[in-house]
């Protein structure tokens, strides 16, 4: 059975409707990233997924006892509360040391863990963060642009981290991400989300679907147009056989 | 018997109060619930109308109100206006009906001085014990649930992801406000509740490397103004609610001046 799975999920909030008509499942081992434009709805959707948000329509399972790793797009930590990466890691129910500093040594921060986490740069803060998502021992990581305030170098060495634990772990991974080229790659699918499913299948073949490819203006020469939404565009490819 | 003397009994119950305010502060400063706790505390004063209009105890009557008023601001919360706003109109609209209520209550002699700015030396032994009572139900509520309470605080979609209702946390919250509004209004009053949540919570922050140490050091912060105010409220004679809060706002000026200065004296250094 699949670890997740979204049956016709829509949100509405206030007037608008942010999501519709999305279905959608995710197995044990999978790498899926899902991309869209802004405001497309990525976040809020994970956070059906997660259960954080509960959908105005359509229903969301989860496997019974999964354990999810989940490493928000934005933490922000109050400069009144004073706590160290250790105690903060130590939060997750894991209290295992060892575990946690081979950990710490692994996302490259071992020499941290005694700092404050409002000291932290934004590459240290995502690299506990993800610390504390694989603490848990995850069925399934889940990150919302896990990457945002790292240089490329340090992006390509988050996304081979990943990839070395979903394998030890023998978990699922899914993420939203604005690092297509990188991302697409390493991703066993791949789901175009624009308050729809747009498409959704391999990286090669999303990447040559037109829907993908209006959607993010790769057939115009204008940057802006990475961010123009097409509301009313055709579908070429059908999402959800 | 050592209980026998009043400034006994002023000090118990100022140090009850103080011990459950350290931490209970903490979420309060950490969650930004700074008007939360006025909102709650404000409807005491309803809660005392209420008391009076239907004999019951005192702290039962602000229990209820407190309760009350802090429930429905969590669920009043995201609609339309802002969270500041939002408990900026329930806060002094509890306040005003509030005194307006007390107004009707002609047949009842009151003194709403005591209501408003406490009036710890009038604590007897009956009021003592609901104190010690109440005061320890926040510490062992919050001592139970610290983890879970944390990692809510830091982040809801965390604690979802990791098995928790933020939503529950947030209750256990509210509880804990309301009870030691309940029992805290007899000692600093309505007006400086949120004061005793705030002021030590704020003064241990320069000492903590821990959520923990700011708790236990807030409360340590508290006990000591409950002290020194009550001290100076007997050899001045000053009210005495307003001389703990006083008292309290001194350490934290002091403390931040010292984090101030440590913090020059170290950049000096590096220059």
């Known amino acids: 059975m699949s670890l997740m799975r979204a049956h016709e999920v829509g949100v509405r909030y206030g007037g608008s409707r942010i999501l519709r008509d999305i279905n959608f499942s995710i197995d044990r081992g999978e790498i899926v990233t899902i991309v869209g434009p802004n405001g497309s709805g990525k976040s809020t959707f994970l956070r059906v997924l997660i259960g954080a948000q509960t959908p105005s329509e359509g229903r969301v399972e989860r496997a019974p006892a999964l354990r999810i790793g989940y490493v928000p797009q934005r933490l922000s930590i109050d400069y009144t509360m004073p706590i160290t990466v250790a105690r903060f890691l130590a939060l997750s129910g894991n209290s295992d040391r060892t575990q946690t500093a081979v950990l710490l040594q692994r996302v490259g921060i071992a020499d941290r863990a005694n700092r404050q986490m409002i000291d932290l740069s934004g590459g240290e803060f995502q690299r506990v963060l993800l610390a504390q998502a694989l603490l848990r021992e995850p069925d399934i990581l889940v990150l919302d642009e896990p990457t945002q305030g790292l240089d490329p170098p340090a992006v390509a060495a988050f996304y081979r981290l990943i990839e070395e634990c979903r394998q030890e772990l023998e978990c699922a991974v899914l993420l939203v991400s604005h690092d297509l080229h990188v991302v697409m790659g390493q991703s066993d699918r791949v789901v175009c989300l624009n308050g729809h499913v747009c498409c959704e299948g391999t990286p090669t073949a999303v990447s040559a679907a037109p829907a993908y490819r209006a959607l993010f203006g790769l057939d115009t020469e204008d940057a802006l147009a990475l961010y123009r939404h097409h509301h009313d565009h055709l579908h070429p490819i059908e999402s959800n056989p | 018997m050592m209980l026998d003397n009043f400034l006994v009994r002023s000090a118990l119950a100022g140090i009850a ?19 939360f706790g006025d909102a709650t505390a404000h409807a005491a004063i309803l809660g005392v109308a ?19 008023m802090a429930t429905t601001v969590s669920r009043l919360y995201g609609g339309i ?9 329930t806060a002094h609209a509890a306040l005003a009906i509030g005194l307006v209520a007390v107004s009707f209550l ?46 809510a605080t830091l982040n809801s979609d965390v604690a979802t992801a990791g098995g928790l209702d933020p939503r529950r946390e947030q209750l256990v919250l509210t509880l804990a406000l309301a009870v030691l509004v309940a029992v805290a209004i007899k000692v600093v009053g309505a007006l400086l509740i949120t004061a005793m949540l705030i002021i030590p919570a704020a003064a241990a922050r320069p000492f903590s490397r821990t959520p923990e140490t700011m708790a236990a050091v807030a409360a340590i912060i508290g006990t000591l103004s409950v002290l020194g105010g009550l001290a100076a409220s007997v050899e001045w004679d000053t009210p005495t609610g307003p001389s703990i809060v006083a008292f309290a706002t001194i350490v934290f000026l002091v403390s931040n001046i010292v984090m101030w200065m440590n913090r020059r004296r170290r950049l000096s250094h590096l220059r």
Request: hydrophobic residues 70%.
């Open chain 2, 50 to 68: 209420l008391s009076f209009a239907f004999s019951l105890s005192v702290f039962a009557g602000v229990l209820v109100a407190a309760l009350v």
């Open chain 2, 17 to 35: 109060i103080a011990l459950a305010a350290g931490p209970l502060g903490c979420f309060v400063v950490w969650r930004r619930m700074a008007y």
């Open chain 2, 81 to 89: 206006y802002a969270m500041d706003t939002l408990l900026g109109v």
């Open chain 2, 106 to 151: 002609s047949g009842v002699r009151m003194d709403l001085m005591a209501y408003l700015f406490g009036d710890i030396l009038a604590v007897n032994t009956t009021d003592l014990a609901v104190i010690w009572l109440g005061a320890m139900a926040v510490v062992l509520i919050l001592g139970v649930r610290w983890s879970a309470l944390l990692i």
